[in-house]
């Protein structure tokens, strides 16, 4: 449970105990993106019984003003300060009364035949708790979305650089999954949280996302989670949406680094037992503190270069 304070409840209603879908969006300074992903969202529900939640992380850009403007019909929920991703997810999750959900994050764009493939897919596989849809950058190009989950050994590879170097390569390429073209039904361990749909009852039945794991690694956890529990996830490429990828990531980006290599640290603690696994975070925790430290030099002094 988190300690945190209460969010300010900006719009409350009394919502259907049952709908097709809750549609979960977590904001912060993302004004240039909330417009066009509410309308796409709102045009790719339309005939379906569908909620909307945005919850906002005290955002100082206007993003607020602009749903009660333009999305009155918007569930807004506003925090008092940035409570971190995990939160604002769980927040959105507790609210929401659909019998499906759909994570999005604000720089995120739904395709207009995207809810219904996704839905439809859940309808059909009774047996698959979670699915992803195909990503795009905005120019069309291929976003890639899906990962296993990752080893010790797979940051070995990440730190000496094979995994960039052979991106195709069954064994250093494995986590990044380089030989998946993304143009097929398949199932998977982990798309990106950023555009995840979940059936209701599993988050009933496996809670929301870690709050200790508050920005980066916490997908990956649920996703873990969520097949430890027999679920399956699937990829479907017949849903597609277009995500900018990383936009308020990148407007604290310095403090961003720190924050992705802490989340890594503990998801590993979280879920590596025994004595040679406890030695071997241990030194990755040291690795991963100085590639910290270095990346997040080399952000403060080039911040245009760090992508």
């Known amino acids: 449970m988190s300690l945190l304070p209460d969010p300010v409840l ?24 909330l417009e066009e992903c509410l309308g796409a969202v709102y045009e790719a529900a339309d005939g379906r019984d569908v909620e909307v ?5 005290a955002s100082t850009d206007g993003s607020t003003d602009l749903i009660r403007r333009r999305f009155p019909n918007v569930h807004l929920i506003v925090n008092p300060g940035n409570m971190g991703v995990s939160v604002a997810f769980n ?10 959900i759909q994570m999005l994050c604000s720089d995120t764009i739904v395709q207009p035949d995207a809810l219904d493939a996704m839905t439809t897919f859940l309808d059909t596989h009774p047996d698959v708790g979670a699915i992803g849809p195909k990503l795009l950058y905005p120019d069309g190009r291929l976003q890639p979305s899906c990962r296993t989950f990752p080893t010790l050994w797979t940051f070995a590879w990440e730190f000496l650089g094979l ?7 069954p064994v250093f390429g494995r986590w990044r999954m380089g030989d998946f073209d993304h143009m097929t039904t398949r199932e ?3 798309p990106r949280g950023s555009s995840l749909m979940v059936r209701h009852a599993v988050w009933e039945e496996i809670g929301g996302w870690d709050e200790n794991l508050d920005m980066f690694f916490n997908d990956v956890d649920w996703c873990l989670r969520i097949k430890e529990q027999g679920w399956k996830i699937f990829f479907i490429p017949d849903a597609v949406m277009n995500h900018y990828g990383g936009s308020s990531v990148k407007k604290v980006r310095p403090r961003m680094i720190l924050a992705s290599h802490g989340c890594c640290y503990r998801f590993f603690k979280k879920h590596q037992s025994g004595f040679l ?6 030194m990755l925790g040291v690795a991963l503190l100085v590639s910290a430290g270095i990346r997040y030099l080399l952000a403060r002094l080039t911040p245009s270069r760090i992508a």
């Open 91 to 100: 927040q959105g999750l507790q609210a929401g009364k659909g019998k499906y």
């Open 53 to 57: 939640i945005v919850v906002d992380n």
């Open 10 to 33: 900006i719009k409350e209603e009394i919502l259907p105990t049952a709908l097709d879908l809750s549609v979960v969006i977590v904001s912060w300074n993302s004004v240039e993106f």
């Open 277 to 282: 696994h406890a030695l071997a975070i241990r």
């Open 163 to 169: 995994s960039r170097l052979f991106p195709k390569h």
């Open 188 to 190: 998977v361990d982990q």
